[in-house]
């Protein structure tokens, strides 16, 4: 660019192109020096044979062959160099390519990201946080509570339970003396002191038991004869 157009600005400076259309220029330049080797090889191979046809016939025509597959292979060897150094360009943008894009990708999730935490206080987050497990160990204590049995009737004395489970066998008892009639009663044990042998926690006299059981035994025979 001119001092001129430097200065007022005429000319505007030519963008350059892109990684991608970078790469693709190199790949073109890669198959085309690969197709000219490919035909420098050829070239070699029938200077080769046109120095062995007129080996013995016509030497000029060998020597000549042979300078021209000399120049055929220092230009296979300097394409082989720039195939070479054409490989690294292009490895080197097509990591450069690959890490613009990782980059992008980077920047466009950390902006989400930010974005996604720009209404957020971190202070709210704990006293949220806190809330929440206060709130799980109140319902931790509430099933706890609904699972316990609840003691109803815990009024009831064993005593009184004791008392009427021995009313209870002293029924029991009754009822089998009566079906086993006079002569089974008398092979009966003696009955422990029954709940109603007691009256308001008092023991009944010796005289009105023996009285009682004398009756329960004519009860008996009667009912037996």
Known sequence: ???????????????????????MNLRDTENML????????????????TAR???????????????RKK?????????????????????????????????????AAADSLKKAHQNMDIDKVHDMMDEIG????????????ISNPVAFGSEIDDEDLEKELEELEQEKLDE??????????????????AAADKVKGKKI?????KEEDDQDMKDLEMWAS
């Open 1 to 23: 660019m001119s001092f001129l157009g430097r200065v007022f600005g005429n000319k505007k400076e030519e963008k350059g192109p892109t990684t991608a259309e970078a790469i």
């Open 134 to 145: 206060e709130q799980q160990d109140v319902a931790r204590e509430i099933s706890e509570a």
């Open 205 to 209: 006299p010796t005289k009105v038991r």
């Open 34 to 49: 690969i197709k000219k080797q490919e035909f420098l090889e050829k070239k070699i191979e029938q200077e080769v044979a």
């Open 176 to 193: 089998e003396l009566l079906k086993a009639g006079p002569s089974a009663a008398a092979d009966l044990p003696v009955p422990v002191e």
């Open 53 to 67: 046809a007129n080996g013995t016939k016509n030497k000029r025509a060998a020597i000549q062959a042979l300078k």
């Open 71 to 107: 120049r055929y292979e220092k230009q296979l060897q300097q394409i082989d160099g720039t195939l070479a150094t054409i490989e690294m360009q292009r490895e080197a943008l097509e990591g450069a390519n690959t890490n613009t894009s990782v980059l992008q990708a980077m920047k």
